[in-house]
């Protein structure tokens, strides 16, 4: 019953260094997502992989990095970790290509602090 | 760049009281949908609504989508304390639609006993 998994659930990162965040979903979606959740802003889109082997840029895209390992995986990477992007990082699949109707499923979240 | 403005962004009130929560934009959506997140987890569907001036319900939760598409709003009937949480609207936008989800600031909801 895993869904969208996420790891790590909590970093504390120091301005500079760098990191990986894992994502992984065994529902067979094509299209995954990463957003960022800060107070009263609700979700923004990072980047999205509409189907494996593509990504493409979401609302807030700069500083991040992903790569769509396969058709389970999308990893989202900070080169270089500054205090802005200290926030809780929101995995999500969907089955189909367009969001038309289909539905989201998210992971728990990653909670990255940088101080 | 799109933009969905979600109203009002708190709302604190008693068990038993009525509310509305909206989501507004100025472009069309060619679908909409509303999540609901509590602390420390994921948000979750709600709904989808697909079709201008459609109205789904949900137990005491009735959404209704514009006649234009422009606009969406959630209420609440009779809101029990297990109502609490924040509500998300996102929209799906034209053309090409090729998988971009983009949602509202969120409506934080207390329900009090």
């Known amino acids: 019953n895993a869904g969208v998994t996420q790891t790590p659930k909590f970093q504390v990162l120091k301005t500079g260094q760098s990191m990986t965040l894992q994502c992984a979903q065994d529902?067979?979606?094509?299209?995954m997502y990463w957003y960022r959740q800060d107070p009263g802003m609700g979700l923004r889109l990072i980047y999205y992989s509409a189907s494996e082997g593509t990504t493409d840029k979401g609302e807030v895209p700069n500083g991040y990095n992903v790569s769509r390992l396969n058709k389970r995986e999308f990893s989202l990477r900070l080169e270089s970790a500054a205090p802005s992007q200290t926030s809780v990082y929101f995995c999500?699949?969907?089955?189909?290509?367009?969001?038309?109707?289909?539905?989201?499923?998210f992971g728990e979240g990653s909670r990255l602090t940088v101080l | 760049t799109q933009l969905l403005e979600q109203s009002p962004q708190f709302l604190s009130i008693q068990e038993g009281e009525n509310l509305t929560v909206y989501c507004n934009s100025s472009s069309v959506f060619s679908s909409l949908q509303w999540y609901r997140q509590e602390p420390g987890e994921g948000p979750v569907l709600l709904v989808t609504v697909v079709t201008g001036g459609e109205v789904k319900k949900l137990k005491r939760l009735t959404f209704q989508f514009g006649d234009a598409r422009k606009d969406s709003s959630l209420h609440i009937t009779a809101a029990q304390p297990g109502d609490t949480g924040l509500y998300l609207c996102?929209?799906?936008?034209?053309?090409?639609?090729?998988?971009?989800?983009?949602f509202g600031q969120g409506t934080t909801l207390q329900v009090k006993p």
């Open positions: 996102a929209g799906a936008f034209p053309p090409g639609n090729t998988g971009k989800l983009i």
């Open positions: 999500a699949s969907s089955a189909t290509g367009t969001v038309n109707t289909g539905e989201l499923f």
């Open positions: 529902m067979n979606h094509n299209s």
